[in-house]
């Protein structure tokens, strides 16, 4: 897997640069993303509908720092209601599962795209399944406290890591839900230089035509291209990339219910910081209820992070340092 060295560093430059990182881990789907929802089908599902596996995983980091109880608060946890997406009847129950703990993280299959292997690894600190429940539709539910170290330390993050797998367990409606972390079990306070991140985005695009969505991956100094794979994009519109050096390169998309793959090469000026993934929907006709699943990895085959906080901030195009190059 990649390594994410350097990052603890990078951080610190830019808090004794600017006086504050500015980053911190609210939302999951975070504000700068604009995506109204993370999605999981239940494992009866058609991955026609846009969930390739019936899985998601995401990693919380808390800083060294933060010593302080904090809690993983999930938004309309349930399935049914105003929010998800019926498929004839709602049938559907749905997992949460919170790990810690040695090898919550550094185990290689906990940070891969399918769920396969010892991807549950570490140490259980919470659990429950959901179904059809008005108590939480539209509401939040609060896991924790956790205390910070009960998550696995890990130094190139120079903080602890948790684990949070959202599992159809059965049924094949689409559960559409968000995270927060958060210092309070009964609202929303964000923990300063936390974040969080995965490996495989899975998510819902908006029901209008007027939204750009984002989602940054990581691109350290080893990397020299990149491998993008979308699935079930359903000729909503196209994505492409953009960065520092980038206006924004289109990529090859996909249709219903199979993959697309596009490389790009990466630029020296492009290295230690995030690029942008600009998913943009067609203007003529309006796509509904389009979930797409996208990851990316290097030239080794090793995955990058998707934060929803970007390292860097969101990478702002400056052709000051691109004009040797051809518009892209």
């Known amino acids: 897997m990649l390594k994410i060295k350097y990052i603890s560093l990078f951080i610190t430059l830019l808090t004794a640069l600017t ?12 504000e700068d993303e604009n995506i109204p929802y993370l999605m999981t089908f239940g494992r009866d599902g058609d991955i026609s509908w846009g969930d390739d ?18 809690y993983i608060r999930v938004y309309d946890p349930d399935i049914g209601g105003d929010v998800d997406e019926i498929n004839g009847f709602w049938d559907t129950r749905m997992s949460y599962t919170i790990y810690g703990g040695e090898e919550a993280y550094s185990t290689e299959d906990a940070k891969g795209i399918q769920p396969t292997g010892d991807y549950r690894s570490g140490t259980l600190l919470a659990s429950k399944i959901f179904g059809m429940d ?8 609060t896991f924790g406290p956790f205390n910070p170290t ?6 190139d993050f120079d903080g602890y890591i948790f684990k949070i797998i959202c599992e159809g367990e059965s049924g094949d409606d689409g559960n559409l839900y968000r995270y927060y972390l958060s210092k309070d079990a009964n609202s929303n306070i964000a923990i300063e230089d936390g974040n969080a991140f995965t490996y495989e985005y899975t998510f819902r695009m908006w029901n209008n035509t007027d939204n750009i969505s984002h989602i940054y991956p990581y691109v350290d100094s ?11 994009w359903d ?29 790009i090469t990466i630029e020296d000026e ?13 203007q003529e006709a309006l796509v509904r209820n389009n979930n ?16 929803v906080v970007p390292i860097g901030g969101v990478p702002v195009y400056q052709p000051s340092i691109g004009v040797k190059r051809i518009n892209k």
Do not use: C
């Not at 008005?134 to 539910?141: A, I, L, P």
């Not at 990851?295 to 934060?307: A, D, H, K, R």
């Open 270 to 282: 492009e290295k230690n910081s995030s690029l942008d993934f600009q998913f943009i929907k067609k």
């Open 53 to 70: 596996d019936f899985s998601q995983t995401f990693f919380f980091k808390i800083p060294l720092n933060y010593t302080e109880p904090f």
């Open 150 to 155: 009960e998550g696995e330390f890990v130094e």
């Open 222 to 232: 080893a990397v020299i291209f990149i491998k993008i794979r979308n699935f079930d």
């Open 19 to 30: 006086g504050s990182t500015g980053l911190y881990a609210q939302a999951v789907p975070a």
């Open 292 to 307: 797409v699943v996208i990851s990316v990895e290097n030239q080794y085959g090793e995955l990058l992070p998707f934060f």
């Open 134 to 141: 008005n108590r939480y539709d539209d509401n939040w539910y």
């Open 235 to 263: 000729n909503d519109g196209y994505i492409r990339v953009a960065s520092v050096v980038r206006r924004g390169k289109l990529q090859r998309i996909s249709n219903e219910a199979d993959w697309a793959e596009d490389r």
